[in-house]
């Protein structure tokens, strides 16, 4: 089993920036990929980013490149998103997902073995 707990969400301005931490326990030794989707009120939950184990693939949806960064510190087992110039429609409960036993990212969420419980991120205009 593998628990994921998210942080740092919030409601900021737009142009704001946050950065959202997931800091995962239990099984944490076994090379998970990472990944970051949200999901807005009355919308399907979408793909936001998406990181290898090691760090050296990274995968971002359209609307947030350039914008958003994920990076992980696997020595402290957490995994960051860090989100600038924020925009009204990027307000979304914000979730991370393990691939567990999966080195390599997805942009698929059901490829995704083990969910946080969300972190509310509200960007007014």
């Known amino acids: 089993q593998v628990q994921l707990v998210e942080s740092g969400g919030g409601l900021v301005q737009a142009g704001d920036s946050l950065r959202l931490s997931c800091a995962a326990s239990?099984?944490?030794?076994?090379?998970?990929?990472m990944g970051w989707f949200r999901q807005a009120p009355g919308k399907e939950r979408e793909f936001v980013a998406a990181i290898s184990w090691s760090g050296s693939s990274t995968d971002y949806t359209d609307s947030v490149k350039g914008r958003f960064t994920i990076s992980r510190d696997n020595a402290k087992n957490t995994v960051y998103l860090q989100m600038n110039t924020l925009k009204p429609e990027d307000t979304a409960v914000y979730y991370c997902?393990?691939?567990?036993?999966?080195?390599?990212?997805?942009?698929?969420?059901?490829?995704?073995?083990?969910w946080g419980q969300g972190t509310q991120v509200t960007v007014s205009s």
């Open positions: 239990g099984r944490t030794a076994s090379r998970d990929a």
């Open positions: 997902a393990a691939r567990y036993r999966k080195t390599w990212p997805s942009i698929i969420d059901y490829e995704y073995d083990y």
